[in-house]
């Protein structure tokens, strides 16, 4: 199992039973897809958030034992209370040896001390924080990394630098084709206002 998330199998449901649930602490799910019907379950709120807050969350498989049988699933989509942030609803998808799944990677970029461009002052402009990709259930990377070694001021990163694992291919090529660019430091409004009164004082000061 990839996650230490606890889930259990939950035999009430309807409007009621997800209520109470929620009061005592606990989120509904349901796995669900494959050849076998939806399956009720029931994950403690606090552990759940937790997970959630994890970038590789969603790229995770999980393995338990459900009904006498080791099922293997994914999360997909975990719904939020719209107020308070709290998962109130979490849905996973099934997945077997032979499936394909679309999961949801995080980049992240390495060696930006070996950038000229980042030493001068540039900063990264993310166009791209995750890719999107199909990949078999055995072959979820848990992050793909970009090497920034010798990237300069103007220089695109391109989807193509990432090395995907045998097994991943992103879902959209053309359309994340640049994943983040490097981009000269901004000059502040703050910054640019003090320039603005020192040469206003110093014309001033000709008078």
């Known amino acids: ?10 035999s009430a449901h309807g409007k009621r039973a997800a ?5 005592d602490g606990f989120v509904p799910g349901v796995i669900y897809g494959g050849d076998r019907g939806p399956v009720l379950v029931e994950i403690a709120a606090k552990e759940l958030k937790i997970e959630c807050e994890s970038a590789a969350f969603f790229g995770h498989a999980i393995e338990m034992k459900l009904e006498s049988i080791i099922e293997k699933f994914i ?10 942030g709290i998962p109130i609803h979490v849905d996973f998808q099934r997945i077997t040896k032979d499936s394909r799944v679309k999961v949801s990677i995080s980049i992240e970029f390495t060696n930006e001390d ?6 001068k002052g540039g900063v990264i402009n993310f166009i791209v924080h995750r890719l999107e990709c199909y990949c078999s259930p055995e072959s979820i990377p848990e992050r793909l990394l970009v090497d920034l070694t010798g990237k300069e001021i103007g220089d695109s990163i391109l989807l193509m630098e990432i090395a995907l694992p045998d097994g991943v291919a992103p879902v959209h090529q053309e359309r994340d084709s640049v994943i983040a660019t490097i981009a000269g430091a901004r000059v502040s409004s703050g910054d640019e206002d003090d320039s603005a009164t020192t040469e206003d004082a110093a014309e001033g000061s000709t008078e």
């Open 114 to 119: 070996k950038a000229p461009g980042i030493k």
């Open 75 to 84: 999360p997909k989509q975990v719904d939020l209370h719209p107020v308070t």
């Open 1 to 10: 199992m990839a996650t230490s998330l606890k889930i259990a199998e939950r």
């Open 19 to 23: 209520r109470k649930l929620r009061h």
